[in-house]
T-cell receptor, first 112, second 118 residues
Framework: GENVGLHLPTLSVQEGDNSIINCAYS??????FIWYKQESGKGPQFIID?????DKRQGQRVTVLLNKTVKHLSLQIAATQPGDSAVYFC???????????FGGGTRLMVKP | NAGVMQNPRHLVRRRGQEARLRCSPM?????VYWYRQLPEEGLKFMVY????????ESGMPKERFSAEFPKEGPSILRIQQVVRGDSAAYFC????????????????FGPGTRLTVL
């Protein structure tokens, strides 16, 4: 079936550098996307969302880009900090239901 | 405001026993979702409930698993006759209203219950 997936399972960056985490989705009916951060032993924490009528949305130190042509979603984290180390999931939601469909996750490791 | 609460945080059961996982949504939220997460994997949707109603249980196994969200009290995910393959983290999320095409709403997650079946 259609699902959400990620390109890179692990990303290692230097503290202070920018991080880019990518996600590919295949469900063309998806109209809402969310990025979650999950630290070890904790539940997913909302970071930022974007609707399909937008191609970019910015938050505090984070930017989400949506390319509907190639069905690609990315999360950019500026000036990455040690506290950003976690697993990041993209998730989709569409008007066919209220469930979130999660990708497999990318582990971000920040080197001091 | 207290967030989504789940208990127990850790649960150990032997094969064949029953597991009961509880979830108290955020104050004012009447929509509850249960997800399951295996190690190093993303969360998989199981069931979506409103007060006293199961709205979507398409992700829940047909046998041994059941869920409820009574008028009073927490939502309960019940797993009967547990097997080793049931070992996972079970997360509950809540939202204040139902998503629609025009108005998607954020799901707030609890800390999860980690079930280990011996």
């Amino acid at each position: 079936g259609e699902n959400v997936g990620l390109h890179l399972p692990t990303l290692s960056v230097q503290e202070g550098d920018n991080s880019i985490i990518n996600c590919a989705y295949s469900n063309s009916a998806s109209d809402y996307f969310i990025w979650y951060k999950q630290e070890s032993g904790k539940g997913p924490q909302f970071i930022i969302d974007i609707r399909s009528n937008m191609d970019k949305r910015q938050g505090q130190r984070v930017t989400v880009l949506l390319n509907k042509t190639v069905k690609h979603l990315s999360l950019q984290i500026a000036a990455t900090q040690p506290g950003d180390s976690a697993v990041y999931f993209c998730a989709e939601n569409n008007n066919a239901g209220n469930m979130l469909t999660f990708g497999g996750g990318t582990r971000l490791m920040v080197k001091p | 405001n207290a967030g989504v609460m789940q208990n127990p945080r850790h649960l150990v059961r032997r094969r064949g026993q029953e597991a009961r996982l509880r979830c108290s949504p955020m104050k004012g939220h009447s929509h509850v979702y249960w997800y399951r997460q295996l190690p190093e994997e993303g969360l998989k949707f199981m069931v979506y409930l409103q007060k006293e109603n199961i709205i979507d249980e398409s992700g829940m196994p047909k046998e041994r698993f059941s869920a409820e969200f009574p008028k009073e009290g927490p939502s309960i995910l019940r797993i009967q006759q547990v097997v080793r393959g049931d070992s996972a983290a079970y997360f509950c999320a809540s939202s204040p209203f139902r998503s629609s095409r025009l108005d998607h709403n954020e799901q707030f997650f609890g800390p999860g219950t980690r079930l280990t079946v011996l």
